[in-house]
């Protein structure tokens, strides 16, 4: 069986800040893993994914998350925040389905002025 | 081009009545998905078709719920004898094929109230 956890439920930053928003998976077969955004009243909107390869990987709106295969971990960071970023983020993971999205609870971003 | 759409945005029903709501995925796409968010348990997968058929039903929660495609497009699903905890946001999406190399692309999702 595989999980995911997203730790905090709600992250605040101010703007121009660091984000950093923590995602810690559980599988048993090599994780897919990614990273969604959803804004209010729409539908989910994929800010980038690891699959293989390069650990390291860019997404839109100038995120970024590193897969650690030690640390189970594919946490999303952003330089500077944006107020534009306030919304709710969802850690997802893919492994061994080829298709279903285990997701996480999510954690809703807040940036002040 | 188009995404994917949903119907109703939002539907408000009385317990113990059934409820249809609608998918229309991207065109082209043979991939289709429902999700259901809630409060309590967060985003949960129920059901994938690839073209008409669907391999995978195993996230539907009970007996009461099912789900059709037809055409290879449109997508139903499908409440019968509504619950209260039924309330959620049913969420559809689409991909070209099935596959974690493939996106899935979500709709904004019909948000179900049941009193």
């Known amino acids: 069986a595989q999980s995911v956890t997203q730790l905090g439920s709600h992250v605040s930053v101010s703007e121009g800040a660091l984000v950093l928003l923590r995602c810690n998976y559980s599988?048993?077969?090599?994780?897919?893993l990614f990273w969604y955004v959803q804004y209010p009243n729409q539908g989910l909107q994929l800010l980038l994914k690891y699959t293989t390869g390069a650990t390291l990987v860019k997404g839109i709106n100038g995120f970024e998350a590193e897969f650690k295969k030690s640390e189970t971990s594919f946490h999303l960071t952003k330089p500077s925040a944006h107020m534009s970023d306030a919304a709710e983020y969802f850690c997802a993971n893919s492994g061994g389905s080829n298709y279903k999205l285990t997701f996480g609870k999510g954690t809703l971003l807040t940036v002040n002025p | 081009g188009a995404g994917v759409s949903q119907s109703p945005s939002n539907k408000v029903t009385e317990k113990g009545k059934d409820v249809e709501l609608r998918c229309d995925p991207i065109s082209g796409h043979t991939a289709l998905y429902w999700y259901r968010q809630s409060l309590g348990q967060g985003l949960e997968f129920l059901i994938y078709f690839q073209g008409n058929s669907a391999p995978d039903k195993s996230g539907l929660p009970s007996d009461r719920f099912s789900a059709e495609r037809t055409g290879g497009s449109v997508s139903t699903l499908t409440i019968q004898r509504t619950q209260q905890e039924d309330s959620a946001v049913y969420l559809c999406?689409?991909?070209?094929?099935?596959?974690?190399?493939?996106?899935?692309?979500f709709g904004p999702g019909t948000r179900l109230t049941v009193t």
């Open positions: 599988s048993s077969v090599p994780p897919y």
């Open positions: 999406a689409s991909s070209q094929l099935a596959g974690n190399s493939y996106e899935q692309y």
